[in-house]
Structure formats: C-alpha cells, structure tokens
C-alpha cells in the first residue's frame, strides 16, 4: 500500500505495457494496483440531505470552484471548455476581488444547514428549492469542483486553534455536505475538511501529496494584474422566514457542539520514525500500544479500539477495522506499571510480542481477513429483513462496538497534523502523525473525557518506550 514503491519514472512507464507482462515488475518490487473509485468523487460530488438515507451525486460537467467568504458564497471558473485550466494569474485576480468585497458578513449564512439534523435539512431544502432562482444557484453549489473557504479570522501557531477551526469553525463559513473544503485562514494557514461518507483518507492524502510536490518543486508565480475584473457571480438566496429561523436553529446547535468539544495535542520530538525503523518496530504498531498503555495507566483496563486499514487492494474497497487492543497489549500495559516488577528483557519480549500481533492484525485487514464490515454487513441484511440473530443482541458485541479510543493517521510530509470529533460522547478522537523525529497526538473529547490526561500519559509513555527499546541492541549483542 506505499505508493512510494511504484512512485518512479521507470514504472510509471509500466503503464503502456501489457498488463501480462508489466504485472512482474509490479511483483519485483511488492506493488499492486489500488481501487480507483474513489477518486472519482474527490472532485464535482456533494452530499445531497434525503429523507432517511442521504444520496451521494457527482457532476462531471462542473468547472467552477465555490468561493465562500464571511458566509457569501461565489462562483469562481476553473476550467475552460476546452478543458484547460483558466490562467492562474486571472483566478488570483477573482480572488482578491472576492476578499476585497465591502459586503458585510452574511447574516443568515446557508452552509448552517449543512451541520443540522439531516432529515431536518432535507425538509428545508426543499422549501429552499422551491423556489426556481434558488434552485439553480444550488445547482452550482452541488456542481462545483470543490468549495475554497477563505477565512477572515487568522490561525495561530497553536495546533489547538487550527485543529478547531479545520474541523469546525463553530459552523460559519463551511459548507460540509461537499466531499472537499480547502480552507485558508486570513494569515496564510491552510486546511483541508472532508465530507466522509464518499471516500477515505487513503484518496484525500494523495491529493495532498501531489499538490504539496507540484507547489514546493514548481511553485507558480503569480502576476498581479492591473486590470479590474468584474466580481465573480455571488450567489444571494431568497430566505424565507422558515429558512432564516432553521438556520438560526442550526448555528446555536453547531455552536453548543462544537464549544462541547476540548482539544488537546501533543508534539514529542524525543524520537520518531527513524528510531523506531533503526530499531526494527514499524511506527504505527508502537504507537498503538503507546495509546493502550496509555489508556490502562489512567483506568486500568483495556479499552475498545478502533484503527483503520484501507482495503483498496480490492474492487471498491473502503476500510477494515483494526483491533489494536489485545491480549499481548494487555500483558505489555501491565508490565510497564511501576509495582509490576517487570524487568528490560520482559518488556522488550512483551513489547516484540504486541507488535508482532498488531502486524497480523494489519495483514488480516488488508487482505480481505478481518471479521468487523464482515459482521456488520450482516448486521445491515438481517435489519432490513426484521431478522434478529443474538450475536448482534449480545452485550460483548454491544461493548466491542461502543468505540473508547477512535484512532486515525494520515502521516505524510504534506499534513501538519490531522484530527476528528469523537465518534461518541464518550470516546477519545485521536488524530496522530509520526514523522521522522517526531510524533504527534491531537485528541478530541466530550466533558465525559480528558484529553489532556490522556497525552500527559502518553508521554511519559513514550518516554518508557523509549528508554527500553534504546536497550535492545545490547541486550540482542549479548
């Protein structure tokens, strides 16, 4: 699944090749392809609110990029008929004329709606719809190649604040039913918030790996113009008063969420991938056992563990679950307690064994072995036959599903740090990044969890880790 296997001017070739032969150079160096699909709706596709079940759309015909500024949105071309780029220099100018608009912030800004209750904004968009001018100014927003959020408010330099304004905004200026938002702060600070249910982290990492090479290896230059261009189309909506109250509802409801949720981060530069590979951990397992150890040092149990593993190895493959927390963590979790009485050797064994598992673990997802969307699609057929099965009435799979520690990574050269709400109150949302001489812990929770204990923790942690695993080479000399 590393791209940076296949990622070489010679194999690039490959591709006109015929496949009876190209697929041996793919076996020589341990690449395969990867489901595609999902990348057909990085760009032109949105969310529509239906009732009961919502619909994903795509239209391949948009060439515009939807501007939201102060919550006004505008239409900005992106791409010629011909199917060129619009010259670079012509989208900057139609960018400082959407800054320098002397309109005042919106005051009833549509993207609200995006956050509220779905079968509530399905409702209201109709009444929205119904009327013909509103129609197909939603038509654009639906249509375009992706939304660019400029904001008017500066990010700080703390990852706290830019963690909530990426995720969230407290809802202002957003429009989250689209499957991407660019957003840039008014300070330069860049973003990237993704709408889910389309695609995974795996299609949305690689765009922005192509993007940071293509902006840090050729940057463009932009020529400032001295010509005024007209205002792109700015996109003024016929509230009705039933429209203008749902969206008063919707932003005190995504407020009160949203000032719900702490975030709490975590930079430890002691070491990082480099150390952990010299030392011949894989970084991702480490990390994993540092949050279950983590977690036990605060509450003395293991707890219920989510970690994603791509699966487009697959036709439309989505995710596996991992299970991170497991026997062999358990063991490791409780011999790193200060009165356990466990030695160097048996922690580096305990430590060897957690993450041998957590290689299986990994494997077993990958390649189509894990039990989880196994069950779960079960789960799905057997509720829309009105079938019951007690497995699903269970308690203990009641329990192994009400997720404690919901972990995702995207760590890339690209990403300053990623993060994500709680999938339930009382969850940890835990976003982390390992780089080369650094590692980072960005946690999210509710008032029933503290994510600050939680990375206090997981830095002394780190800090055991590292002073056992520094022992390995002498004690593998001896």
């Known amino acids: 699944l590393d791209p940076l296997k296949s990622d070489k001017p010679w194999y690039n070739l490959l591709r006109f090749v015929p496949s009876s032969f190209s697929w041996y150079a793919s ?10 699909v999902q990348y057909k709706k990085l760009f032109n596709s949105t969310r529509i609110p239906r009732p009961v079940r919502d619909e994903l759309v795509s239209y391949p015909s948009g060439s515009h990029v939807l501007v939201i500024h102060k919550g006004h949105m505008y239409c900005v071309d992106a791409v010629q008929p011909n199917g060129m780029p619009v010259d670079i220099n012509d989208i900057h100018t139609s960018l400082e004329a959407i800054i320098s608009d002397p309109i005042p912030p919106s005051p009833h800004p549509l993207g609200y709606l995006t956050s509220c209750k779905r079968d509530d904004w399905s409702r209201l968009r109709k009444e929205l719809i119904s009327d013909d001018d509103n129609s197909s100014m939603l038509d654009l927003v639906d249509s375009a190649l992706f939304v660019l959020c400029l904001d008017e408010k500066e990010v700080a330099e703390d990852p706290k604040d830019a963690t909530e304004t990426f995720i969230h905004n407290r809802g202002f200026n957003r429009w989250f039913d689209k499957s991407l938002q660019l957003i840039v702060s008014r300070n330069g600070i860049a973003g990237v918030n993704f709408e889910h249910s389309w695609g995974d982290g795996v299609a949305v990492l690689r765009f922005f790996n192509e993007i940071y090479k293509e902006t840090t290896q050729k940057p463009s230059i932009v020529t400032p113009s001295t010509d005024t261009r007209p205002l792109p189309k700015r996109l003024d909506f016929k509230l009705s008063d039933e429209l203008k109250a749902g969206i008063e509802i919707a932003r005190k409801d995504i407020e009160e969420r949203c000032d719900s949720v702490s975030v709490s981060t975590l930079q430890y530069h002691s070491f990082g991938k480099t150390f952990l590979k010299k030392s011949g951990f894989s970084p991702d397992a480490i990390m994993q056992l540092a949050f279950q150890i983590a977690y036990y040092r605060q509450y003395k149990c293991a707890p219920p563990t989510y970690e994603s593993c791509s699966t487009a190895g697959f036709k439309h493959g989505r995710t596996e679950t991992i299970r991170p927390a497991s026997i062999e963590t358990l063991q490791c979790s409780k011999a790193f307690e200060k009165d356990s009485g466990a030695n160097v050797a048996e922690k580096i064994t305990l430590i060897n064994a957690a993450v041998a598992w957590h290689s299986k673990l990994v ?41 404690i520690l919901s972990t995702s990574t995207l760590s890339a050269d690209s990403v300053l740090l990623g993060g994500f709400a709680p999938v339930n109150p009382d969850s940890y949302g835990v976003g982390y990044s390992v780089q080369d001489d650094m590692i980072g812990s960005n946690i999210t929770t509710y008032p029933t969890r503290d994510g600050h204990i939680f990375n206090e923790n997981l830095k002394s942690v780190l800090n055991d880790l590292q002073e056992v695993i520094k022992s390995i080479p002498s004690t593998k000399e001896q």
Do not use: Q, W
């Open 27 to 36: 076996y020589m160096v341990n690449a395969f392809p990867l489901d595609m």
């Open 363 to 403: 494997r077993e997802a990958a390649t189509g072995k894990g039990f989880d969307r196994h069950l779960f699609a079960l789960k799905c057929l057997a509720e829309s036959e009105y079938l019951s099965f007690p497995i699903f009435e269970d308690p203990s799979y009641t329990k192994l599903n009400t997720i």
